[in-house]
């Protein structure tokens, strides 16, 4: 049981390139999320998957989209990186209880030049 | 507006004592309050919750209380080991409330440092 997985670890792009961030969980969870996290700052929800099948904005998703691929999968996909992008992205997932509880990978740290 | 505010970036604690990290929230539809601890290079681990229908919650060194009148949660460790040492991140969730399908909103974290 590996729980939530991300790939890559680290990534360097230059401005205007593009790329996909992967994200993979075995619990068997209903709902998953993409977070960004930026020096200072706390966990910033870009966007989310209730189900398999939908996906929604969360507060930072300009620059961004994703695809819930199925219940285990869900990617983000920057299509033309820039500076601001640069952060450690995590993603997380929750099983649809009452507890609200996620539960989240190692992260991918991603710098734009 | 932040909705979620850890006010102290950073505290030192000798080990052995007690470690207090705070945290304050202005929606009072917030209905499940999170602690996760994080270390570097690492992503968040769910460390301990409390429902808005109690006010105290306990697992082994960790408590956390809730103030619902003050909009006030604490996240007490005792006694506290240099492998606490980490930043800890509080976490709010509304449940349902607005569609927001029990998305969390995070604190920018206290940074806590446990000296030998």
């Known amino acids: 049981n590996a729980g939530v997985t991300q790939t890559p670890k680290f990534q360097v792009l230059k401005t205007g390139q593009s790329m996909t961030l992967q994200c993979a969980q075995d619990?068997?969870?209903?709902?998953m999320y993409w977070y960004r996290q930026d020096p200072g700052m706390g966990l910033r929800l870009i966007y989310y998957?209730?189900?398999?099948?939908?996906?929604d904005k969360g507060e930072v998703p300009n620059g961004y989209n994703v695809s819930r691929l199925n219940k285990r999968e869900f990617s983000l996909r920057l299509e033309s990186a820039a500076p601001s992008q640069t952060s450690v992205y995590f993603c997380?997932?929750?099983?649809?209880?009452?507890?609200?509880?996620?539960?989240f990978g190692p992260g991918t740290r991603l710098t734009v030049l | 507006d932040q909705q979620v505010k850890q006010n102290s970036p950073s505290l030192s604690v000798q080990e052995g004592r007690i470690s207090i990290l705070n945290c304050d929230y202005t929606?009072?539809?917030?209905?499940?309050f999170l602690w996760y601890k994080k270390y570097p290079a690492e992503g968040p681990t769910f460390l301990i919750s409390?429902?808005?229908?109690?006010d105290k919650n306990e697992d082994g060194r960790f408590t956390v209380f809730l103030n619902k009148s003050a909009k006030h949660l604490s996240l007490h460790i005792v006694p506290s080991q240099p492998g606490d040492s980490a930043v800890y991140f509080c976490a709010a969730s509304d449940g349902n409330y607005g569609g927001s399908q029990g998305n969390l909103i995070f604190g920018k974290g206290t940074k806590l440092s446990v000296k030998p």
């Open positions: 997380a997932s929750r099983i649809t209880d009452s507890t609200d509880t996620q539960y």
């Open positions: 409390i429902s808005s229908i109690k």
């Open positions: 929606n009072s539809m917030f209905d499940y």
């Open positions: 998957s209730a189900s398999e099948g939908t996906t």
């Open positions: 619990m068997n969870h209903n709902s």
